[in-house]
Protein backbone atom coordinates (compact mmCIF):
# COMPACT_ATOMS: atom_id res chain seq x y z
CA UNK A 1 0.00 0.00 0.00
CA UNK A 2 2.81 2.47 1.02
CA UNK A 3 5.02 1.56 -2.11
CA UNK A 4 1.86 2.09 -4.55
CA UNK A 5 1.52 5.22 -2.96
CA UNK A 6 4.66 6.79 -3.27
CA UNK A 7 4.68 5.41 -6.70
CA UNK A 8 1.63 6.88 -7.56
CA UNK A 9 2.77 10.17 -6.06
CA UNK A 10 6.18 9.66 -7.96
CA UNK A 11 4.15 9.47 -11.36
CA UNK A 12 2.17 12.70 -10.68
CA UNK A 13 5.75 14.56 -10.15
CA UNK A 14 7.22 12.84 -13.20
CA UNK A 15 4.02 14.12 -15.14
CA UNK A 16 4.22 17.71 -13.88
CA UNK A 17 7.82 17.59 -14.61
CA UNK A 18 7.85 16.69 -18.14
CA UNK A 19 4.80 19.27 -19.33
CA UNK A 20 5.43 21.69 -22.35
CA UNK A 21 3.92 24.83 -21.13
CA UNK A 22 2.88 27.19 -24.11
CA UNK A 23 2.97 31.07 -23.07
CA UNK A 24 0.60 33.42 -25.68
CA UNK A 25 1.64 36.96 -25.35
CA UNK A 26 1.45 40.05 -28.07
CA UNK A 27 5.57 40.53 -27.87
CA UNK A 28 8.34 40.20 -25.84
CA UNK A 29 9.10 44.02 -25.35
CA UNK A 30 9.72 46.38 -22.51
CA UNK A 31 6.66 45.50 -20.57
CA UNK A 32 5.32 44.32 -17.40
CA UNK A 33 3.64 40.98 -18.82
CA UNK A 34 6.50 40.63 -20.63
CA UNK A 35 9.49 40.34 -17.58
CA UNK A 36 6.81 37.63 -15.86
CA UNK A 37 6.93 35.92 -19.07
CA UNK A 38 10.78 35.66 -19.31
CA UNK A 39 10.91 34.83 -15.50
CA UNK A 40 8.36 32.31 -15.59
CA UNK A 41 9.52 30.63 -18.53
CA UNK A 42 12.99 30.66 -17.77
CA UNK A 43 12.08 29.34 -14.28
CA UNK A 44 10.03 26.48 -15.43
CA UNK A 45 12.39 25.32 -18.49
CA UNK A 46 15.27 25.05 -15.07
CA UNK A 47 13.06 22.95 -13.17
CA UNK A 48 12.54 20.32 -16.40
CA UNK A 49 9.94 21.63 -18.01
CA UNK A 50 9.42 22.81 -21.94
CA UNK A 51 8.45 25.81 -22.74
CA UNK A 52 7.61 27.72 -25.60
CA UNK A 53 6.09 31.06 -25.89
CA UNK A 54 4.07 32.57 -29.41
CA UNK A 55 4.17 35.73 -30.17
CA UNK A 56 2.99 38.39 -32.73
CA UNK A 57 5.91 40.14 -33.40
CA UNK A 58 8.24 39.90 -36.08
CA UNK A 59 9.95 37.31 -37.23
CA UNK A 60 13.09 38.38 -36.00
CA UNK A 61 12.33 40.35 -32.57
CA UNK A 62 13.81 39.18 -29.39
CA UNK A 63 12.92 39.48 -26.03
CA UNK A 64 13.65 42.91 -23.83
CA UNK A 65 14.54 40.98 -20.91
CA UNK A 66 16.64 37.27 -20.97
CA UNK A 67 15.58 34.00 -21.73
CA UNK A 68 16.85 31.12 -21.17
CA UNK A 69 18.48 28.99 -24.18
CA UNK A 70 16.44 26.71 -23.27
CA UNK A 71 12.73 28.49 -23.74
CA UNK A 72 11.62 28.42 -27.54
CA UNK A 73 10.64 31.61 -29.06
CA UNK A 74 7.90 31.56 -31.84
CA UNK A 75 6.94 34.83 -33.48
CA UNK A 76 4.31 34.82 -36.06
CA UNK A 77 3.57 38.55 -36.88
CA UNK A 78 0.63 40.24 -36.85
CA UNK A 79 0.99 42.28 -34.24
CA UNK A 80 -0.42 45.98 -34.26
CA UNK A 81 -3.85 48.51 -34.08
CA UNK A 82 -6.12 47.66 -37.12
CA UNK A 83 -7.48 50.80 -38.77
CA UNK A 84 -11.18 50.21 -38.20
CA UNK A 85 -13.97 47.34 -37.14
CA UNK A 86 -13.54 45.30 -40.15
CA UNK A 87 -9.59 45.78 -40.33
CA UNK A 88 -9.72 44.41 -36.39
CA UNK A 89 -11.82 41.82 -37.25
CA UNK A 90 -9.64 40.81 -40.42
CA UNK A 91 -6.59 40.94 -38.21
CA UNK A 92 -8.11 38.66 -35.23
CA UNK A 93 -8.57 36.17 -37.36
CA UNK A 94 -5.54 35.90 -38.92
CA UNK A 95 -3.90 35.68 -35.12
CA UNK A 96 -6.35 32.87 -34.97
CA UNK A 97 -5.36 31.21 -37.85
CA UNK A 98 -1.23 31.95 -37.35
CA UNK A 99 -2.03 30.68 -33.55
CA UNK A 100 -3.82 27.58 -34.67
CA UNK A 101 -1.38 26.17 -36.96
CA UNK A 102 1.66 26.85 -34.52
CA UNK A 103 -0.14 25.11 -31.85
CA UNK A 104 -0.81 21.73 -33.97
CA UNK A 105 3.01 21.87 -34.91
CA UNK A 106 4.05 22.59 -31.27
CA UNK A 107 1.57 20.81 -29.30
CA UNK A 108 2.21 22.25 -25.95
CA UNK A 109 0.18 20.60 -23.01
CA UNK A 110 -1.46 23.75 -21.27
CA UNK A 111 -1.95 27.27 -22.63
CA UNK A 112 -1.27 30.11 -20.63
CA UNK A 113 -2.19 33.68 -22.51
CA UNK A 114 -1.70 37.61 -21.19
CA UNK A 115 -3.54 40.17 -21.59
CA UNK A 116 -7.23 40.26 -22.76
CA UNK A 117 -6.67 39.70 -26.65
CA UNK A 118 -4.17 37.55 -26.97
CA UNK A 119 -6.41 35.42 -24.44
CA UNK A 120 -9.25 35.67 -26.65
CA UNK A 121 -6.92 34.67 -29.88
CA UNK A 122 -5.54 31.71 -27.33
CA UNK A 123 -8.95 30.81 -26.81
CA UNK A 124 -10.47 30.46 -30.19
CA UNK A 125 -7.12 29.37 -31.72
CA UNK A 126 -7.32 26.68 -29.12
CA UNK A 127 -10.81 25.02 -29.19
CA UNK A 128 -10.92 22.59 -26.53
CA UNK A 129 -7.48 20.68 -27.35
CA UNK A 130 -5.80 21.98 -24.10
CA UNK A 131 -6.53 23.84 -20.81
CA UNK A 132 -6.25 27.68 -21.34
CA UNK A 133 -4.97 29.96 -18.64
CA UNK A 134 -6.41 33.20 -18.66
CA UNK A 135 -3.58 35.82 -17.21
CA UNK A 136 -4.92 39.31 -16.41
CA UNK A 137 -2.33 41.69 -16.00
CA UNK A 138 -4.49 45.10 -15.63
CA UNK A 139 -7.16 46.22 -13.87
CA UNK A 140 -10.06 44.49 -15.95
CA UNK A 141 -12.63 47.18 -14.91
CA UNK A 142 -10.88 49.78 -16.96
CA UNK A 143 -11.15 48.37 -20.01
CA UNK A 144 -12.89 50.40 -22.13
CA UNK A 145 -16.82 49.37 -22.55
CA UNK A 146 -18.70 48.09 -25.44
CA UNK A 147 -18.25 45.14 -27.85
CA UNK A 148 -14.38 44.55 -27.03
CA UNK A 149 -15.21 44.28 -23.55
CA UNK A 150 -17.92 42.09 -24.05
CA UNK A 151 -15.86 40.11 -25.86
CA UNK A 152 -13.09 39.73 -23.21
CA UNK A 153 -15.55 38.90 -20.51
CA UNK A 154 -16.83 35.58 -22.61
CA UNK A 155 -13.76 34.80 -23.58
CA UNK A 156 -12.01 34.37 -20.28
CA UNK A 157 -15.48 32.98 -19.25
CA UNK A 158 -14.37 30.03 -21.72
CA UNK A 159 -10.79 29.71 -20.72
CA UNK A 160 -10.06 27.01 -17.73
CA UNK A 161 -8.79 29.45 -15.05
CA UNK A 162 -8.55 33.24 -14.45
CA UNK A 163 -4.85 34.45 -13.00
CA UNK A 164 -5.13 37.84 -11.31
CA UNK A 165 -2.79 39.80 -9.54
CA UNK A 166 -4.63 41.16 -7.21
CA UNK A 167 -7.99 40.01 -5.46
CA UNK A 168 -9.40 43.26 -6.93
CA UNK A 169 -8.65 42.15 -10.29
CA UNK A 170 -10.79 38.58 -8.89
CA UNK A 171 -13.52 40.58 -7.84
CA UNK A 172 -14.16 41.56 -10.71
CA UNK A 173 -15.41 38.12 -12.72
CA UNK A 174 -16.90 37.12 -9.76
CA UNK A 175 -15.89 33.79 -10.76
CA UNK A 176 -14.25 32.56 -7.03
CA UNK A 177 -14.43 28.55 -8.35
CA UNK A 178 -12.27 29.75 -11.80
CA UNK A 179 -10.05 32.54 -10.71
CA UNK A 180 -6.86 32.82 -8.47
CA UNK A 181 -4.75 35.86 -7.26
CA UNK A 182 -0.43 35.43 -8.04
CA UNK A 183 1.11 38.59 -7.47
CA UNK A 184 4.02 39.20 -9.52
CA UNK A 185 7.31 37.67 -8.48
CA UNK A 186 9.53 40.91 -7.88
CA UNK A 187 13.40 39.65 -7.23
CA UNK A 188 15.23 41.85 -4.81
CA UNK A 189 16.64 44.76 -6.98
CA UNK A 190 20.20 44.64 -7.98
CA UNK A 191 21.65 47.92 -7.06
CA UNK A 192 25.55 47.27 -8.07
CA UNK A 193 27.11 47.92 -11.28
CA UNK A 194 26.74 50.19 -14.05
CA UNK A 195 23.37 51.77 -14.94
CA UNK A 196 22.17 52.35 -18.41
CA UNK A 197 21.23 55.88 -17.55
CA UNK A 198 22.65 59.01 -16.04
CA UNK A 199 22.77 59.26 -12.07
CA UNK A 200 21.35 62.77 -11.35
CA UNK A 201 23.60 65.13 -10.08
CA UNK A 202 21.13 66.44 -7.30
CA UNK A 203 18.84 65.07 -5.32
CA UNK A 204 15.46 63.95 -7.09
CA UNK A 205 12.16 62.40 -7.07
CA UNK A 206 11.71 59.61 -9.74
CA UNK A 207 8.91 57.52 -11.17
CA UNK A 208 8.99 54.43 -13.74
CA UNK A 209 7.17 53.53 -16.17
CA UNK A 210 5.52 53.30 -20.27
CA UNK A 211 4.88 57.02 -21.37
CA UNK A 212 1.68 56.60 -21.07
CA UNK A 213 -1.64 58.09 -20.45
CA UNK A 214 -2.68 55.66 -17.92
CA UNK A 215 0.70 56.02 -16.09
CA UNK A 216 -0.28 59.47 -15.23
CA UNK A 217 3.09 61.37 -15.76
CA UNK A 218 1.62 64.66 -16.35
CA UNK A 219 -0.38 64.52 -12.72
CA UNK A 220 3.00 64.20 -11.47
CA UNK A 221 4.35 66.59 -13.98
CA UNK A 222 1.95 69.28 -12.56
CA UNK A 223 2.64 68.09 -8.67
CA UNK A 224 6.26 68.64 -9.24
CA UNK A 225 5.16 72.35 -10.79
CA UNK A 226 3.78 73.15 -7.65
CA UNK A 227 6.48 72.42 -5.22
CA UNK A 228 9.71 73.61 -7.56
CA UNK A 229 9.66 76.36 -6.66
CA UNK A 230 10.10 75.57 -2.40
CA UNK A 231 12.51 72.99 -3.00
CA UNK A 232 15.15 74.41 -5.72
CA UNK A 233 17.59 71.65 -4.96
CA UNK A 234 15.26 68.80 -6.00
CA UNK A 235 14.76 67.53 -9.49
CA UNK A 236 12.27 64.95 -10.85
CA UNK A 237 13.40 61.94 -13.14
CA UNK A 238 11.13 59.86 -15.00
CA UNK A 239 12.52 56.32 -16.35
CA UNK A 240 10.51 54.98 -19.35
CA UNK A 241 9.70 55.91 -23.07
CA UNK A 242 6.21 55.68 -25.19
CA UNK A 243 3.97 57.66 -27.32
CA UNK A 244 3.42 60.38 -24.28
CA UNK A 245 7.05 61.96 -24.22
CA UNK A 246 6.63 65.00 -26.44
CA UNK A 247 3.45 66.36 -24.90
CA UNK A 248 4.73 65.43 -21.23
CA UNK A 249 7.87 67.68 -22.18
CA UNK A 250 6.16 69.92 -23.74
CA UNK A 251 4.14 70.41 -20.53
CA UNK A 252 7.00 70.96 -18.33
CA UNK A 253 7.15 74.43 -16.61
CA UNK A 254 10.73 73.61 -15.22
CA UNK A 255 12.08 71.44 -18.16
CA UNK A 256 15.36 71.99 -16.99
CA UNK A 257 14.71 70.21 -13.74
CA UNK A 258 12.52 67.38 -15.30
CA UNK A 259 14.86 64.47 -16.85
CA UNK A 260 13.52 62.24 -19.51
CA UNK A 261 15.95 59.61 -18.45
CA UNK A 262 14.58 56.94 -21.23
CA UNK A 263 13.78 53.33 -20.59
CA UNK A 264 16.63 51.41 -18.84
CA UNK A 265 17.75 47.60 -18.78
CA UNK A 266 19.39 48.71 -15.35
CA UNK A 267 17.46 51.63 -13.50
CA UNK A 268 18.20 50.30 -10.04
CA UNK A 269 21.70 51.65 -9.12
CA UNK A 270 20.10 55.12 -9.72
CA UNK A 271 16.72 54.63 -8.48
CA UNK A 272 17.90 53.75 -5.28
CA UNK A 273 19.43 57.06 -4.64
CA UNK A 274 16.49 58.44 -4.88
CA UNK A 275 14.45 60.42 -2.18
CA UNK A 276 11.11 59.49 -2.62
CA UNK A 277 9.49 57.08 -5.31
CA UNK A 278 5.92 58.04 -7.27
CA UNK A 279 3.39 56.06 -9.03
CA UNK A 280 0.63 58.44 -10.05
CA UNK A 281 -0.62 55.79 -12.22
CA UNK A 282 -4.43 55.97 -13.31
CA UNK A 283 -5.00 52.79 -13.07
CA UNK A 284 -2.07 49.73 -12.33
CA UNK A 285 -2.52 45.74 -12.80
CA UNK A 286 0.29 45.00 -10.22
CA UNK A 287 2.53 47.85 -9.90
CA UNK A 288 6.14 45.47 -10.45
CA UNK A 289 7.96 49.47 -10.48
CA UNK A 290 6.45 50.08 -6.56
CA UNK A 291 7.52 46.94 -5.91
CA UNK A 292 10.92 47.13 -6.56
CA UNK A 293 11.16 51.07 -5.28
CA UNK A 294 9.59 49.52 -1.90
CA UNK A 295 11.78 46.65 -1.80
CA UNK A 296 14.69 49.03 -1.95
CA UNK A 297 13.47 51.11 1.45
CA UNK A 298 12.57 54.13 -0.47
CA UNK A 299 9.36 56.65 0.63
CA UNK A 300 6.53 55.28 -2.06
CA UNK A 301 3.57 57.40 -3.32
CA UNK A 302 1.09 55.80 -5.16
CA UNK A 303 -2.47 56.79 -6.56
CA UNK A 304 -5.80 55.29 -5.36
CA UNK A 305 -6.29 51.80 -7.06
CA UNK A 306 -2.86 51.63 -8.55
CA UNK A 307 -1.23 50.40 -5.70
CA UNK A 308 -2.02 46.50 -6.12
CA UNK A 309 -2.54 46.03 -2.10
CA UNK A 310 1.03 46.44 -1.13
CA UNK A 311 0.41 50.40 0.19
CA UNK A 312 -1.43 50.39 3.54
CA UNK A 313 -1.55 54.47 3.76
CA UNK A 314 1.01 56.06 5.97
CA UNK A 315 1.96 52.95 7.44
CA UNK A 316 4.68 51.99 4.61
CA UNK A 317 3.59 54.30 1.81
CA UNK A 318 0.86 57.10 0.60
CA UNK A 319 -1.83 56.71 -1.26
CA UNK A 320 -3.19 59.77 -3.02
CA UNK A 321 -6.95 60.30 -4.86
CA UNK A 322 -5.99 59.70 -9.12
CA UNK A 323 -5.75 62.71 -10.98
CA UNK A 324 -5.56 65.25 -8.08
CA UNK A 325 -1.91 66.70 -8.62
CA UNK A 326 -2.62 69.75 -5.09
CA UNK A 327 -3.21 66.27 -3.45
CA UNK A 328 0.25 64.64 -4.71
CA UNK A 329 2.28 67.88 -4.56
CA UNK A 330 1.09 68.57 -0.52
CA UNK A 331 2.14 64.71 -0.23
CA UNK A 332 5.80 65.41 -1.72
CA UNK A 333 5.98 68.47 0.32
CA UNK A 334 5.49 66.81 3.36
CA UNK A 335 7.72 64.10 2.94
CA UNK A 336 10.36 66.31 1.56
CA UNK A 337 9.98 68.27 4.49
CA UNK A 338 10.13 65.41 7.24
CA UNK A 339 12.72 63.10 6.38
CA UNK A 340 12.82 61.21 9.37
CA UNK A 341 9.15 59.92 8.36
CA UNK A 342 10.01 59.63 4.92
CA UNK A 343 12.65 56.97 6.26
CA UNK A 344 10.20 55.44 8.60
CA UNK A 345 7.89 54.36 6.02
CA UNK A 346 10.91 53.86 3.23
CA UNK A 347 12.05 50.94 6.42
CA UNK A 348 9.05 49.93 6.63
CA UNK A 349 8.19 49.55 2.71
CA UNK A 350 10.98 46.34 2.63
CA UNK A 351 8.55 43.94 4.44
CA UNK A 352 6.24 43.58 0.81
CA UNK A 353 9.93 41.43 -0.17
CA UNK A 354 8.65 38.10 1.12
CA UNK A 355 5.32 38.59 -0.30
CA UNK A 356 6.51 38.65 -4.39
CA UNK A 357 9.34 37.02 -3.37
CA UNK A 358 10.09 35.04 -6.72
CA UNK A 359 10.49 31.25 -4.83
CA UNK A 360 7.10 31.81 -3.34
CA UNK A 361 5.32 33.27 -6.55
CA UNK A 362 6.54 30.58 -8.55
CA UNK A 363 5.80 27.91 -6.13
CA UNK A 364 2.06 29.26 -6.88
CA UNK A 365 2.06 29.07 -10.42
CA UNK A 366 3.22 25.32 -9.96
CA UNK A 367 0.29 24.80 -8.05
CA UNK A 368 -1.18 25.79 -10.72
CA UNK A 369 0.27 24.05 -13.46
CA UNK A 370 0.33 20.24 -11.74
CA UNK A 371 -3.37 20.85 -11.08
Known amino acids: MVWAMVLHVYQQVDDFMSRHIGLVISDMGAGGAQRVVSELSSGWVQQGHRVTIFTFDTPDATSFFPLSSAVTLINLSGHGRAAGFISAIKANIGRIIKLRRALKNSAPDILLAFLPDMVFTAV ?88 SFEKGHDILIRAFDLIAPDFPDIDLMIIGEGAEKDRLQAMCRYPERVLFAGVSQHPFPVLSKADIFVLPSRYEGFPNALAEAMILGLPCVVSEGADGGLIADEQNGRIVPVEDSEFLSTVLRSLLENPVQAKNLGDRARAISSRVDPAHVSRLWDQVISS
Not at 141 to 159: C, E, H, K, N, Q
Not at 172 to 179: I, S
Request: net charge positive; proline share 11%; aromatic share 8%.
Open 124 to 211: MANGFSRPVIACERTNPAMYPTGLWRLVRDITYRLSDLIICQTQTAADYFNMPHKTRVIPNPVPIPNITGHSDIPVPERRFIASLGRL
